[in-house]
């Protein structure tokens, strides 16, 4: 083909004509290696206001992506049009091959294909042009990739071990694919103790069962073991992500292991305790178990005395895999030094960027009492006539030893003034400092729902560890499907684990000091539920815990704080004073032992209240809907006059309003800050030039008055004032779209093609009389 000819096919063309066929020659399967505009990433969420949108100009979408076997990805090849050159391609293939640690990136143009080689041995080209016959085989791209992980041939075997497919079509996300590639690596080398971080609401438990299925499958691990420390955990696994192990899988239960199963789903609790008769693991062999999968295993599993250790040590010789959102590192309890460096990571900054997981804003409120301090007066008695100790209390004193009713009903108002001005129904764990401020802040929320409350007395519910009423309604609280439940009261029960994924508002009134606790808190509101409409999340934070945002530890790598010497124990020693915000197993909740002083008459009021978002660089920032939009409006035009240039000079202004919402720019969100009667041209330049907005009314108005349709025809004279009536009434988007003429009042003159033939001699006409009745509603914009 002339190559003049080539660079007028598309880049989609060029894919059917020139790269796939390429492709296909070099041996690839086409139905089980090759897979075509792969969507990696979706796109972040841009929260503003009650507002949210996708960044589609940030997600991650691969032209193709080439595998061994499906789940196992060894190449990317990204497409161009062949107007641009053969490696214009290659630095974005090789930014998708370095999110799926992959050695091989390649870009063509259809002329043939620029390589990137990252196992490049010394002295070897990194970059090579080839010809587009020579593509590299499966088998040459498979021991790169071998060489690239250090997979030796006696691993391949287990390497290779197929994925669970189930029938629905589900497929891993990409980092779960690296998160259980990189696990399988690692134990084929013979490493027994492997660590995985994965934020809250990626999908562990998933990615936990393929790792397991695939070690089953290979006869690598016979009999496994599936640890938790929540029954909840264990019964949501049984009958969602681990279902397909059917009759093999069963749970520990009446203290007994039973060995005709193989895949064993338990409790700590159940299987070890206090009395040496209680630790029935010890009932079977020290080498009966294969495989232990630790799930949560910062809650404790690292620390020495830690009754998941004792489990641990017992079946030393088993391969050991710890899964958790939050590596707990500290002076005393470390992860890493049981575990050894995560195999693999993914934190919830990347979880939000990729689109996965569910952003946040942040409502800050600083009540009086807690920011200046109150000192009671001389012999003030408390409501129970107890002297209150005369010193200062300040915020860590609130609902630990100094409660304020009147700061606790204020803290309810304010939650439920929120929630009437979102959704009252949205699902919403309020944490609380203990059981008791759990169970005040009820009262609380029952008195300042009203109606809320009295027509359901499910609308709120204390779920602690020692309600037995509460702890039996958690189920209906995660279901999307109930709706009662709507509001949690809690201290500790609901910190981790518990998959409520349409919760929407997360309320922080606890001192919160470890950043474990802090992270699995939040971990609660990550999941994306787009059938339920839940895209973002809000924390509204009464105690400054959100300060710990601005910690680096906060989603920095984990670092082991603890060294020990060549004659010092491994394992981390024991803390000498314990932080009970970072231990303890919530399922037991206590009511604090600490005396209070409940006072009633003392008064507080809000003093200040700022609203903050996730901004692109995964720090916190202030920002308006209209802020956000006017910047990435102003980073595609530089001035009023360039966009109004582009406006006008644009045969689709469509295709303009599209490109602003694949930065997240919605015009629906936009007309809710600025007025629902402007034009998508007026809201774009109000916002982000400042210019004085016109309704879609006055626009229309003004293009009647010039009178200029007196050179049509009756009946193209027509069309064309019910074509400005209709922008009027629902904007430019609607007269671009060729459906318009199904429309009322359009079928009273005929049909579409009628339309278009007798009225203007045919589509090329109507398409520019369109255009000139586009160009009279906006061509004066320059000079307003």
């Known amino acids: 083909m002339e190559k003049v000819e080539k660079q007028k096919l598309s880049e989609s063309d060029i894919c059917d004509l020139f790269i796939t066929p390429a492709i296909k020659e070099a041996g690839w399967n086409q139905l089980k290696q090759v897979r075509r505009e792969v969507t990696l990433t979706p796109g972040p969420v841009i929260v503003r206001g009650n507002l949210s949108s996708r960044n589609k100009k940030l997600k991650k979408f691969a032209d193709y992506v080439l595998s061994w076997k499906p789940g196992m990805p060894l190449a990317i090849v990204e497409a161009k049009d ?17 999110i799926l640690d992959l050695p091989s990136a390649f870009s063509s143009n259809g002329d043939g294909f620029a390589s990137h080689n990252r196992d490049a041995a010394e002295g070897e080209e990194t970059e090579t042009e080839l010809e587009l016959g020579a593509f590299p085989d499966p088998e040459a791209l498979w021991t790169r990739y071998r060489s690239f992980h250090g997979i030796a041939d006696e691993d391949e075997g287990l390497v290779e071990q197929p994925y669970h497919m189930d ?5 891993p996300r990409y980092y779960q694919v690296e998160a259980i590639n990189r696990t399988i690596e690692a134990i084929a080398r013979g490493q027994k103790r492997v660590l995985l971080v994965m934020a809250t609401g990626t999908g562990k438990t998933y990615t936990t069962f393929q790792i397991i299925w695939r070690l089953w499958k290979a006869g690598q691990a016979k009999r496994i073991l599936f640890l938790a420390d929540r029954n909840i955990l264990v019964d949501q696994t049984l009958v969602n992500d681990f279902k397909p192990f059917g009759a093999a899988m069963t749970k520990i239960k009446n203290r007994k292991i039973d060995p005709a199963y193989e895949i064993h789903l338990g409790l700590y609790q159940a299987i070890t305790g206090t009395e040496e008769a209680d630790k029935i693991f010890k009932t079977v062999s020290r080498d009966f178990f294969d495989l232990i999968v630790i799930d949560e295993c910062h809650r404790g599993s690292a620390a020495d005395d830690s009754a998941w250790r004792e489990i641990l040590d017992y079946f030393d010789g088993a391969v050991q895999v710890g899964m958790t959102a939050t590596p707990k590192e500290t002076e005393y309890v470390s992860n890493i030094t049981y575990f050894g460096d995560p195999v693999y990571t993914y934190t919830l900054k990347q979880g939000i960027e990729d689109g996965f997981l569910a952003p946040y804003k942040v409502i800050r409120i ?3 009492r807690d920011v ?3 000192t009671p007066p001389p012999g003030m008695v408390d409501d129970l006539g107890g002297l209150v100790e005369d010193r200062e209390y300040n915020q860590k004193d609130m609902d630990r030893t100094l409660v304020l009713n009147q700061r606790t009903k204020l803290v309810a108002e304010r939650v439920m003034k929120f929630l009437r001005a ?12 203990d059981i008791d401020h759990a169970e005040r802040m009820r009262k609380a929320i029952v008195n300042a729902a009203g109606k809320l409350a009295k027509d359901n007395s499910k609308y709120v519910m204390r779920i602690t560890g020692d309600s037995v009423e509460g702890k039996a309604e958690l189920d209906k609280f995660i279901d999307p499907e109930e709706p009662y439940p709507v509001i949690a009261t809690t201290s500790q029960l609901l910190t981790t684990g518990v998959d409520a994924k349409t919760c929407k508002l997360i309320v922080i009134d606890r001192t919160i000091n470890s950043m474990t606790m802090f992270k699995q808190i939040i971990g609660r509101g990550t999941r994306i539920d787009e059938d339920n409409n839940k895209f973002f999340f809000t924390i509204m934070d009464f105690k400054r815990a959100t300060e710990l945002f601005r910690d680096d530890a906060f989603d920095g790598a984990p670092v082991v704080i603890y060294e020990p010497g060549d004659s010092d124990d491994p394992v981390p020693p024991d803390p000498p004073d314990v932080d009970n915000d970072d231990i303890g197993d919530p399922d037991d909740e206590e009511p604090t032992g600490t005396k209070k002083f409940v006072v009633s008459g003392v008064t507080a009021r809000v003093m200040n209240e700022r609203i903050e978002y996730v901004g692109t660089d995964g720090k916190l920032v202030t920002e308006s809907y209209r802020d956000y ?5 102003a980073s595609e035009y530089q001035s009023l006059d360039e966009f109004i240039w582009h406006w006008n000079a644009s045969e689709r202004k469509q295709a303009i309003i599209e490109e602003l919402e694949q930065r997240g720019v919605i015009l629906e969100n936009l007309a809710e800050t600025v007025g629902k009667d402007f034009g998508d041209f007026d809201l774009l330049v109000h916002v982000a030039f400042g210019a004085p907005p016109l309704t879609r009314r ?4 003004k293009v009647k008055k010039r009178n200029y349709f007196a050179k049509y025809g009756d009946k193209a004279r027509a069309v064309l004032e019910a074509l400005l009536d209709k922008y009027a009434d629902d904007g430019v988007e609607t007269i671009e779209d060729a459906k318009v003429l199904r429309l009322q009042p359009f079928t009273q003159l005929g049909t579409p093609m009628e339309i278009i033939k007798g009225a203007f001699g045919g589509k090329d006409a109507y398409e520019a009389a369109l255009r000139e009745l586009e160009d009279q509603i906006y061509g004066q914009a320059a000079n307003e």
Do not use: V
């Open 82 to 98: 062949n107007k641009h050159s053969i490696s214009s391609g290659l630095q974005q293939a090789l930014g998708y091959a370095e």
């Open 167 to 171: 029938a629905s079509g589900k497929e």
């Open 366 to 368: 600083d009540i009086d």
């Open 372 to 374: 200046e301090g109150w």
């Open 422 to 433: 979102t959704d009252p129904m949205s699902k919403t764990i309020i944490f609380c400092e």
């Open 629 to 633: 939009a006017r910047k990435q409006i």
């Open 698 to 701: 006055e626009r229309a108005e």
